[in-house]
């Protein structure tokens, strides 16, 4: 069985953050930069909240609101799903499944440590069923 803490030791990507005032453009261009599909919201090491493409479009897009006024903190998601490094790999596939989710942040004694993407679990899941697959497959 691979927990959360498998997947974290095979990651070296940093975490990618941004604080609640900052603008939700700026959030966006620090997503484009880092190439990945949500920002935390964090206050020092602490998770306040997430921003997802999701929220985004749902929040500010459909809302008709402008990116660069803003705040990151208008449009976050507040109750943020978190795992611990001790779930299971099969414990996140469902919390993603329950909850519509695409990213899991992952915290420890109330500070992030790290987050998985549905990705990183599809790729775990694969890895796990059928081994190792070349890059030019």
Same mark, same amino acid.
């Given at each position: 069985?691979?927990?959360?803490?498998?997947?974290?030791?095979?990651? @070296?990507?940093?975490?990618?953050?941004?604080?609640?005032?900052?603008?939700? #453009?700026?959030?966006?261009?620090?997503?484009?930069?880092? &190439?990945?599909? $949500?920002?935390?919201?964090?206050?020092? &090491?602490?998770?306040?909240?997430?921003?997802?493409?999701? &929220?985004?479009?749902?929040?500010?897009?459909?809302? $008709?609101?402008? @990116?660069?006024?803003?705040?990151?903190?208008?449009?976050?998601?507040?109750?943020?799903?978190?795992?611990?490094?001790?779930?299971?790999?099969? /414990?996140?596939?469902?919390?993603?499944?329950? /909850?519509?989710?695409?990213?899991?942040?992952?915290?420890?004694?109330?500070?992030?440590?790290?987050?998985? @993407?549905?990705?990183?679990? #599809?790729? &775990?899941?694969? /890895?796990?069923?059928?081994?190792?697959?070349?890059?030019?497959?």
């Amino acid at each position: 069985m691979r927990y959360v803490s498998d997947i974290l030791e095979e990651k @070296s990507e940093e975490l990618v953050w941004i604080g609640p005032l900052e603008s939700v #453009f700026d959030a966006l261009k620090l997503m484009n930069e880092k &190439d990945v599909g $949500a920002v935390l919201v964090q206050i020092e &090491d602490y998770l306040v909240g997430i921003l997802s493409e999701r &929220d985004y479009m749902r929040k500010v897009i459909l809302d $008709a609101h402008a @990116s660069k006024q803003t705040k990151v903190s208008e449009v976050m998601t507040r109750d943020v799903i978190t795992v611990s490094r001790d779930d299971t790999i099969v /414990h996140c596939i469902a919390l993603t499944k329950k /909850h519509r989710v695409r990213h899991l942040p992952v915290v420890e004694a109330g500070k992030t440590i790290g987050m998985i @993407s549905l990705r990183d679990l #599809f790729l &775990d899941a694969i /890895h796990e069923r059928l081994g190792d697959i070349p890059e030019d497959a």
